[in-house]
């Protein structure tokens, strides 16, 4: 029997995702949306149109927003739901997910404004961060419908001070909190340095802050696709639309990696080259954040870790920039990780075999001078180093120090390398 779910963007009914009586997942948007004076698309990869999307044209977007690997399949199970039916998690945990996206079973309102949190003291947020490997992102608990990409444990919650809340009913988050990870050392301080050194080299990145309850290290993570209006009722948090690199491809989760047939960066060049608002910026962007993953070694840079994020989603006004960076981590520190790259940078897969030459490269398939990517390698080297020992003293923490002399030998190596 025939399933529907009504898309919402923001507070507005775009589309309907449906499960057919065969089983198969397709999208259509309303005639409403479409004639709608300024009316966008859900994502690059659908475009506005009379007519269904199939399975197979619509399919990256939606799995997309769903957790990936271990944790999908614990969840499923929790839900008692098929790991490889999106329709269905869709369904049960597709309230608060990333971007100004909420599904909502046909025919069923969209929550109210007057959202609500359950508060967490420090005993229940710890008793959660526990749970979470064996209930990712808490699914199937009353009341909780939270959709995050990825394969990591975390949870989106709000934050007010040193408050912490879950978000109730599709009510919106502000934060995305990691826990650690027991298998891999100080990894919480490992990405706060490296996310907080982005930031310090003026490299637009998500804003970070660690903390511990219970004596569990966590990290939390502003999101950038929520922001507060003031109004006279006080400031509401409304969302931001946004999209991965591979939902605007229509490339699902689980071919994310260049070489299972994921993007490369000639392709994410691309992309921005066709859709940013502000191409010549948020290209010389991307080509920052290419050279900072190397410089810090964080191999796990996929499709899936770039984003679009959109201003003014259904209206004439209209603006689609490149996201500010997030979940970078220096995956080198960690010897059991792979040592090939998400994508490949020129010739080369490994980090540690790229040359000058691997950039040349990549400044012809991205479109840009070879002097200029040249160049930019080093000054984000010496900025990696100039930065480096203030932030390490922010962060406090001996795994922080550690990834901060590796970043340091890579970040001197650069340079040396590129003033040959």
């Known amino acids: ?66 957790p990936e ?17 999106d329709y269905a998690m869709l369904e049960r945990i597709g309230g608060e997910c990333a971007g100004a ?85 100080g990894v919480v301080f490992n990405e706060a340095l490296v996310m907080s050194l982005a930031g310090a080299i003026e490299i637009p990145a998500a804003k970070v802050e660690t903390r511990t309850t219970e004596g569990i290290d966590y990290l939390l993570v502003q999101r950038y696709d929520r922001i507060h209006r003031p109004s006279t009722e006080g400031a509401p948090l409304e969302r931001l639309h946004q999209e991965d690199f591979c939902q605007a491809m229509n490339i699902p989760p689980e071919t994310k990696y260049q070489k299972e047939g994921g993007p490369s960066l000639k392709r994410c060049f691309g992309l921005l080259r066709d859709t940013s608002s502000a191409p010549v910026i948020d290209l010389a962007r991307l080509l920052d954040a290419v050279i900072f993953n190397y410089l810090v070694g964080n191999n796990d840079a996929h499709g899936k870790n770039f984003s679009l994020l959109y201003h003014g989603i259904g209206t004439a006004n209209l603006e689609t920039r490149l996201a500010p960076l997030y979940d970078i981590v220096s995956t080198i520190y960690y010897p059991e990780l792979s040592e090939e790259m998400a994508m490949k940078l020129g010739r080369e897969y490994s980090s540690q075999r790229v040359t000058p030459v691997d950039f040349d490269k990549l400044a012809e398939e991205a479109g840009l001078a070879k002097p200029f ?44 390398a590129f003033r040959k």
């Open 69 to 85: 690997g271990s944790n999908r399949e614990l969840i499923a199970r929790n839900l008692g739901i098929s790991p490889r039916n």
């Open 101 to 185: 996206v909420t599904f909502v079973p046909a025919g069923e309102p969209l929550p109210e404004r007057n959202y609500s949190y359950r508060d967490l003291p420090p005993t229940e947020l710890a008793a959660i961060l526990k749970q979470l490997p064996k209930r990712p992102l808490l699914a199937g608990e009353k009341g909780i419908r939270l959709s995050l990409a990825g394969a990591q444990d975390k949870i989106a919650v709000r934050i007010e001070g040193n408050e912490v809340s879950l978000p109730l009913g599709g009510a919106p988050s502000t934060h995305i909190l990691k826990p650690s990870i027991d298998r891999f050392a």
């Open 373 to 416: 990517v040249r160049q930019r390698v080093i000054e984000l080297a010496q900025a990696n180093l100039a930065a480096l020992d203030r932030v390490t003293r922010q962060i406090a923490h001996p795994e922080a120090e550690g990834v901060s002399r590796l970043i340091r030998e890579r970040s001197e190596r650069a340079t040396a």
């Open 1 to 66: 029997m025939a399933k529907t779910l009504d898309v919402y963007l923001h507070d507005e009914l775009v589309g309907h995702l449906i499960q057919d009586d065969d089983g198969h997942m397709v999208f259509g948007y309303v005639e409403n949306w479409l004639n709608k004076p300024g009316a966008t698309p859900l994502s690059q990869s659908l475009p506005l149109r009379k007519g269904r999307f199939t399975r197979n044209e619509c399919r990256g977007y939606f799995a997309g927003i769903l």
